[in-house]
């Protein structure tokens, strides 16, 4: 796991460590399965194309379960995620597969994340972010914001 | 003024939902989206982390993560069903997530058995480059079999 974040490293307009991620059709597949949505629109062609999104697109709540992942893996085992919200703004198309293992060339997404504000409050040591996953085009498709509570050195 | 239909959705409950966090969902869960933290499968180190046991990424309470009428086992749509219909007939058939807000109370450990209550909390109107839209928000809080509110989630969906 990674390291583990204290409070006192952090301040405003601070990093959070970039976690990059690749929607893979299998991707695609395997959140079917494991959330239960089993909506045609993420692995269906003509589906796809007459509900006028091309190709089929990346579910948005598995680009919210990245950004989960995103906070997680920043905030260490003994931070704690408070709240975490985000917005659907924009589709994003997942990698075809070259193998079973390996995808083809192609995009590669980055959940990103910053610092907004920190504080204590009832003794807890509290950081806000803003956060969201990037294209590669560098479209924000999924801003949202996070709060949670760091481990002190204090 | 938003149309009696639509009002009389506010307020409106879905029957308690009964989910199981079982280790395998938590792994499928966490191999679907890629993530290798141990927490979620390795049990020797979730022992000795302060959660003393595997628990459930930030967010899920369990399989399916969202009930619909694909599932044979749930008579209808549900209340989520339920407000989409109304929307459609009244002519906004088209629906966006339009995403959603988490607040998470206590972990949530393999094994725990949540009830998850959801509720309509408001519906309002928008005007949009002149087109009307209506957003619903649902709220969810999981219980756990402590009695206790592991989180809460609130969806907002967009109907045009």
């Known amino acids: 796991m990674s390291q583990q974040l204290y409070w006192e490293d952090v301040d405003v307009s601070s990093e959070v460590t970039p976690l990059p991620r690749i ?16 909506n045609p629109l993420h692995y269906e062609d ?5 509900q ?12 919210r379960a990245w950004l989960v992942s995103l906070m997680t893996n920043w905030i260490g085992d003994n931070g704690t995620l408070k709240k975490l919200s985000c917005q659907y703004r924009g589709m994003d198309w997942p990698r075809m597969m070259k193998s079973l293992y ?27 972010c803003e956060i969201w996953v990037e294209n590669a085009k560098g479209e924000k498709t999924t801003p949202g914001n996070a709060t949670a509570v760091l481990l002190s050195r204090g | 003024m938003i149309p009696e239909q639509v009002a009389n959705l506010i307020g409106k409950a879905q029957a308690p939902v009964i989910y199981e966090v079982e280790r395998g969902a938590i ?14 499968w390795d049990e020797e180190h979730a022992r000795n982390s302060r959660y003393g046991s595997i628990i459930a990424p930030p967010g899920f309470a369990g399989w399916p993560t969202q009930w619909t009428g694909a599932m044979p086992f749930l008579p209808s749509g549900g209340l989520r069903g339920t407000v989409l219909e109304t929307m459609a007939k009244l002519g906004y058939p088209r629906v966006l997530d339009g995403g959603v807000e ?16 959801t509720k309509v909390i408001d519906i309002y109107e928008r005007e949009s480059k002149g087109a009307k ?28």
């Open chain 1, 23 to 38: 929607a893979t059709t299998q991707m695609l597949v395997k959140w079917a399965g494991a959330s239960g949505d089993f």
């Open chain 1, 46 to 50: 003509t589906f796809a194309s007459k």
């Open chain 1, 52 to 63: 006028g999104v091309g190709k089929p697109i990346v579910h948005g709540a598995l680009k």
């Open chain 1, 102 to 128: 390996e995808p083809e060339d192609g995009d590669t997404w980055w959940c990103k994340g910053k610092v907004t504000n920190k504080y204590v409050k009832d003794g807890e040591h509290y950081v806000e």
């Open chain 2, 27 to 40: 792994k499928k869960y966490a191999d679907a989206i890629a993530d290798r933290n141990p927490l979620y």
């Open chain 2, 102 to 117: 988490f607040e998470f109370i206590l972990p949530v450990r393999a094994d725990d058995i949540l009830v998850g209550v």
């Open chain 2, 133 to 160: 839209m209506f957003l619903s928000v649902f709220e969810t809080t999981f219980t756990n079999q402590n009695g206790a509110v592991a989180f809460k989630i609130q969806q907002t969906l967009i109907c045009r």
